[in-house]
């Protein structure tokens, strides 16, 4: 009978890696990837003033606020990335189930950005950050998901 092959998406709202175990229990990383705009000021992602509109009847103007945080949309956008990235991935046909590891925020976000074929293939979730954890030391991490 073929096993499984089960691949860790290790994730926060910029870095993201994916990794598999191989027979011997040890942790490789295969993909990983960073966000462009994760150590951006916010004047660096977009306008730093907000822009102003006038009131008709007098010469008073006021400041428009945003309709969302520059650096949250940053980290939405990272995450639909995140999430076509793994069903690329599965498209190309390189595992058969998910753990998905990830900061509470993180993790519901990308749940809801994977698809439904997608969302039934993940068999865990941990509310964990473990994107700065090397490989060797995800053992002892990742042991209630095992």
Do not use: C, N
Not at 61 to 74: S, T, V
């Amino acid at each position: 009978m073929k096993h499984a092959r089960i691949w860790y998406i290790i994730a926060d709202g910029g870095r993201a890696r994916f990794v598999e175990r191989d027979e011997q229990g040890t942790y490789r990383t295969v993909v990983s990837f960073v966000a462009a705009d994760m150590h951006k000021r916010s004047s660096d992602l977009g306008q730093d003033r907000p822009s102003r509109a006038q009131e008709s009847g007098s010469p008073t103007r006021h400041a428009i606020q945003p309709r969302r945080d520059l650096h949250a949309a940053a980290k939405e956008d990272f995450v639909k990335l995140v999430a076509e990235e793994i069903e690329a991935e599965h498209g190309r046909d390189q595992f058969d189930r998910l753990v998905l590891i990830a900061p509470p925020r993180v993790l519901t976000e990308l749940k809801q950005k994977l698809s439904k074929p997608m969302a039934k293939i993940v068999v865990k979730d941990l509310q964990k950050d473990l994107t700065k954890v090397p490989d060797h030391d995800l053992t002892e991490h990742l042991l209630p998901a095992l």
